[in-house]
């Protein structure tokens, strides 16, 4: 039987539901989501492992004009992202714009790989309304296919794959079927805190905070991470922990659990707030805390 591997990336607006869609394709959350815009920050490979197929998927960032280096590291995985791909996931909220912006937005990407147009959140529309819209990309020409799908709902995400397996080139697997995604745990334990960051605080602090996994020690019982959460000004520190340290401390609880639910261990967690002026213009501190 023929192997089949190869790469596909995600891309979009910020919000668009690319992250929904990468967990929701690979069966197990790979990503953090929230209903805020510029949650994603890096490019995660996840992959999906079939009886003769692999899929890396590559979920990025949402595309945006880079206002700090950050953005503009941001802006590089995504690029990274289109050039290595063998077929791209375009995906478009259909209440977000209007479908000839939403056109125009995408060509502009000039992707070289085929292009699978993804008409994403229909669940939140009439059926008339994504019917129409679907009917309008698929009319352009300009994608190998239009399918209506629902991220969070999982409809449509069977039909994307027997499509997208078109698309994939034979060859033998690039990672083991056993592997999840080639980046380090130390990784998802730093996205689930950062999630619960722009789950519990609002306005500047979850834009403009960061988390470094400074510790990771497996010891018998349980195992013990220590993070630190940069944030840019004081007052962010001070929010951050709350009176009394009651908002740390919500915080660290909830991020535990899902910790603990992700590695399936018991997990002391320690979290520290430290701030760092402008670290999201500096490249000594970008370097640092992982944004390359």
Not at 215 to 239: G, H, N, P, W, Y
Request: net charge neutral.
């Amino acid at each position: 039987m023929n192997f089949q591997s190869g790469f596909v990336s995600i891309l979009g607006k910020p919000n668009a539901g690319k992250s929904t869609l990468l967990n929701a394709l690979v069966g197990e959350k790979m990503a953090i989501v929230s209903p805020k815009v510029q949650t994603t920050r890096h490019r995660i490979k996840a992959f999906l492992n079939g009886d003769n197929f692999q899929i890396i998927f590559s979920d990025t960032p949402g595309i945006i004009e880079p206002q700090y280096k950050l953005h503009e590291r941001m802006m590089k995985q995504v690029r990274n992202a289109m050039e290595d791909a063998d077929a791209g996931l375009l995906v478009y909220d259909v209440g977000e714009l209007q479908d000839e912006e939403a056109h125009a937005f995408f060509q502009q990407l000039k992707l070289k790989v085929p292009a699978i147009l993804l008409v994403n959140k229909i669940d939140s529309v009439k059926e008339s309304v994504w019917k129409k819209t679907a009917a309008y990309f698929a009319e352009s020409g300009a994608y190998k296919a239009v399918i209506p799908i629902s991220a969070l709902k999982g409809t449509g995400v069977p039909e994307l794959l027997k499509t997208l397996l078109q698309f994939i080139p034979q060859g033998d697997p690039f990672y083991s079927t056993e592997d999840l995604s080639d980046l380090p745990t130390r990784f998802f334990v730093g996205e689930i805190v950062r999630e619960k960051i722009f789950d519990l605080y609002h306005q500047e602090v979850p834009y403009h905070s960061t988390v470094l996994v400074q510790e990771f020690t497996e010891k018998s019982t349980l195992i013990k991470i220590r993070a630190d959460i940069i944030v840019q000004r004081e007052m962010q520190k001070i929010i951050l922990i709350g009176d009394k340290g009651s908002m740390i401390k919500k915080l660290g609880t909830a991020a535990r659990i899902d910790i603990e639910q992700f590695l399936g261990q018991k997990v002391f967690l320690e979290l520290f707030v430290k701030v760092r002026p402008k670290w999201r213009d500096q490249d000594v501190f970008l370097r640092e805390y992982g944004y390359e």
